[in-house]
Nanobody, 119 residues
């Protein structure tokens, strides 16, 4: 069982930055592909970025490429999302996801953190 706790959300003006963090419980953190997803009001949850266990590979949605950076610290069991040049359309609840080995058979979600970008 893995518990995920997100933090770092808040209200920011367009063009500003925020850094989200997700702290994971457990001793096998490096076996999990970690990802960030977001869900805006009235919309489906969508993929934002993911990072593989070693941190060597990352993938981002086209909508955030060049603005958001995902990273992880396996020694601290944390994954972060640095968000720069924020836009009002980035407003959403951001969720952290853990997927063991990236297989989709053992998946955990955090409770979400609200990010609001004002114009």
């Amino acid at each position: 069982q893995v518990q995920l706790v997100e933090s770092g959300g808040g209200l920011v003006q367009a063009g500003g930055s925020l850094r989200l963090s997700c702290a994971a419980s457990g001793r096998t953190f490096s076996t999990y592909v970690m990802g960030w997803f977001r869900q805006a009001p009235g919309k489906e949850r969508e993929f934002v970025a993911l990072i593989r266990g070693t941190g060597a590979s990352t993938y981002s949605a086209n909508s955030v490429k060049g603005r958001f950076t995902i990273s992880r610290d396996n020694a601290k069991n944390t994954v972060s999302l640095q968000m720069n040049s924020l836009k009002p359309e980035d407003t959403a609840v951001y969720y952290c996801k853990a997927d063991r080995y990236g297989l989709g058979s053992e998946v955990y979600w955090g409770q979400g953190t609200q990010v609001t970008v004002s114009s």
